[in-house]
């Protein structure tokens, strides 16, 4: 069968134009439409339609609704980086492949948003999808659409700032930031396939028990009563005692930046690695918000990174992928071993229906969970 027709009405949300901060575009900028099923005498012969089941939220589809992405769609376009679906019509060319009612993954890289070329405007903030045949990949069998919607972008970042770039080891110790986030929560994970040492940082106690629960060795709360970043380098040096080339740990995974980046110096031992993964706590750097001296530039000081012996590491994921593609294939093929293995099962936060786009966005950004949250587009 190479269609299902079962249903032809369906919704999408759609971003008209960005706006001055993800909360401003919410407010202005994004509608949730009737959206027609793809018309498919418009399609290439490689393409697939997707009945998309579940959507991540994921930062940076907030962060692209403001234009503060490094690459990104033109308006008028539909958010949803990562999604997972059904197989719904599969192009001649790709009928090999791909038969309708198969269970998928799309790559966020190749389709969506963040992709090149004709796919863009089809984000999983919808009811359906178009991506090329090359840009799915088949849900593992043990796994729902949810944690589909959560596993490249997730992993794939994780694996490349812990094992490219970090090069954690075995028996090494890694200070995980924003480990409660969609990328912070991979790392953990991934961090300890690799056998390392986890040290796992937010601001909520609460959320730190979950994270513990999913494998962080220590949780360490940074919040302090009115707000601010509390010292905590004595902590983690109480931890990490033993190590070699004295108290510290051996790598940070910082996916927070501002003031926990300025206290992580204190926390790491002779050369060890920095990794400059995100900039959750000060998430404006773009057009020309980050502009030196401006709040949200990060800036570290060089004596301690001189005195420490220190590696920092810049970290995208996107770009490299772009810049270098032949990385791509040996984290892919890491991390799908894992999957085969049963080792890695990502995480999945709460499930929003469509209708609840705004909600579920707003929840992601003041990071009221664990994780991702998700869109259930069609029910
Ligand atoms: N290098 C790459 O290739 C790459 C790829 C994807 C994402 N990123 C970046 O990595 C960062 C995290 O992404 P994500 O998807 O994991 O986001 P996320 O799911 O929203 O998680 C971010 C975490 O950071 C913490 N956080 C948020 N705001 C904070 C604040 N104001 N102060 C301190 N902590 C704060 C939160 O933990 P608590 O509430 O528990 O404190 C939250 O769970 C973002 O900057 C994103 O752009 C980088």
């Not at 051996?250 to 926390?267: M, N, P, T, W």
């Not at 590696?311 to 772009?322: M, N, Q, S």
Request: aromatic share 8%; charged share 15%; glycine share 12%.
């Amino acid at each position: 069968m190479a269609e299902n027709t079962a249903s032809s009405a369906g919704r999408h949300v759609v971003v008209s134009q960005f706006g001055e901060t993800p909360m401003d575009a919410l407010a202005h900028h994004l509608s949730l439409e009737p959206q027609a099923r793809p018309d498919r005498s418009t399609l290439a012969a490689d393409d697939v339609i997707i009945n998309v089941r579940s959507a991540a939220v994921g930062w940076v589809d907030l962060l692209m609704s403001s234009g503060q992405y490094q690459h990104m769609a033109s308006p008028p376009y539909t958010p949803g980086l990562e999604y997972s679906g059904e197989v719904a019509w599969v192009g001649q060319a790709a009928r090999e492949q791909w038969t309708v009612g198969d269970r998928v993954m799309a790559d966020g890289l190749l389709t969506g948003p963040r992709s090149h070329g004709r796919h863009r405007q089809y984000g999983g903030f919808a009811s359906w999808a178009v991506a090329p045949a090359k840009a799915l990949h088949r849900l593992p069998e043990a796994w729902t659409y949810d944690q589909g919607a959560n596993f490249f972008g997730n992993y794939e970042t994780a694996w490349h700032c812990l094992v490219a770039r970090g090069q954690l080891q075995a028996g090494e110790t890694v200070l995980i930031h924003g480990a409660s986030g969609s990328t912070g929560l991979a790392a953990v994970h991934v961090a300890k396939i690799l056998g390392a040492t986890v040290i796992a940082t937010g601001r909520s106690p609460a959320k730190l028990a979950e994270v513990k629960a999913a494998g962080a060795d220590h949780v360490i709360a940074t919040a302090a009563p009115d707000g601010s970043v509390a010292r905590f380098r004595d902590e983690v040096r109480a931890l990490t005692q033993d190590g070699a080339g004295g108290p510290g740990v051996d790598v940070v995974y910082d996916g927070v930046g501002g003031a926990i980046s300025l206290e992580s110096l204190r926390c790491v031992r002779f050369g060890a690695r920095f990794l400059l993964v995100g900039w959750a706590s000060t998430p404006f750097v773009a057009r020309g918000k980050g502009a030196r001296g401006a709040p949200n530039a990060n800036q570290l000081p060089t004596n301690l990174m001189m005195m420490k012996g220190l590696d920092v590491l810049g970290c995208p994921t996107a770009i490299t992928t772009r810049m270098q593609p032949s990385v791509r294939k040996q984290r892919l093929g890491q991390l799908l071993q894992w999957v085969k293995e049963g080792r890695l099962r990502p995480h999945s936060g709460p499930a929003y229906p469509l209708d609840a786009y705004a909600e579920a966005m707003r929840a992601k950004w003041t990071s009221r969970f664990v994780g991702g949250c998700v869109l259930h587009p069609n029910g």
